[in-house]
T-cell receptor
Framework: DAKTTQPTSMDCAEGRAANLPCNHSTISGNEYVYWYRQIHSQGPQYIIHGLKNNETNEMASLIITEDRKSSTLILPHATLRDTAVYYCIVRVASVNYGGSQGNLIFGKGTKLSVKP | NAGVTQTPKFRVLKTGQSMTLLCAQDMNHEYMYWYRQDPGMGLRLIHYSVGEGTTAKGEVPDGYNVSRLKKQNFLLGLESAAPSQTSVYFC????????????FGPGTRLTVT
């Protein structure tokens, strides 16, 4: 699986857009980019995923570069409740359940602090 | 639509005691998972299930057993609790065929003394 690199921490002003970068330079053609977040003491929360086209849902937008070596998660209007650790994960879409490939491997992530 | 729920939220056990953690999902998902999260360790997969009546071992299965008799429920059992099993346990589910779009429960905080 492709390794991801994210900044350790970021700050964002409340109401402004939060842009969280992720590098995945060794991504393969059949690997998707997934974003999750974990608010303190809560379970991880799925945000969005994409292959090569930009994606948008009610929570966020995902911008993937044309060469797919990096991506950016955008929270358009950050609120204090968006303060969390954000994880960028790269995984293939299909799973060989002969192993433990259904698990999500969370790295260190980016600690986003939204400030008033 | 409650999503994924976990019972209980907190529990303290003495070494050697047994207990069962219940996970329930109302999204008709095929796949279900049990993770544990320890400080500085990230999430580690304990067991998972790809459908009703199926279970399989994950990364750290020792000391745990699971059952999935009904599609919506996934039970995690500790037969003889040990202090090393003190952790936060998260259950998750995902739809077929999107195993990495996982929806997590709120967690169970277990302390074994």
């Amino acid at each position: 699986d492709a390794k991801t690199t994210q900044p350790t921490s970021m700050d964002c002003a409340e109401g402004r857009a939060a842009n969280l970068p992720c590098n995945h330079s060794t991504i393969s053609g059949n690997e998707y980019v997934y974003w999750y977040r974990q608010i303190h003491s809560q379970g991880p929360q799925y945000i969005i995923h994409g292959l090569k086209n930009n994606e948008t849902n009610e929570m966020a937008s995902l911008i993937i570069t044309e060469d797919r070596k990096s991506s950016t998660l955008i929270l358009p209007h950050a609120t204090l409740r968006d303060t969390a650790v954000y994880y960028c994960i790269v995984r293939v879409a299909s799973v060989n359940y002969g192993g433990s490939q259904g698990n999500l491997i969370f790295g260190k992530g980016t600690k986003l602090s939204v400030k008033p | 639509n409650a999503g994924v729920t976990q019972t209980p939220k907190f529990r303290v056990l003495k070494t050697g005691q047994s207990m069962t953690l219940l996970c329930a999902q109302d999204m008709n998902h095929e796949y279900m998972y049990w993770y544990r999260q320890d400080p500085g360790m990230g999430l580690r997969l304990i067991h998972y299930s790809v459908g009703e009546g199926t279970t399989a071992k994950g990364e750290v299965p020792d000391g745990y057993n699971v059952s999935r008799l009904k599609k919506q429920n996934f039970l995690l059992g500790l037969e003889s609790a040990a202090p090393s099993q003190t952790s936060v346990y998260f259950c998750a589910s995902s739809p077929d065929p999107l195993p990495y779009e996982q929806y997590f429960g709120p967690g169970t905080r277990l302390t074994v003394t």
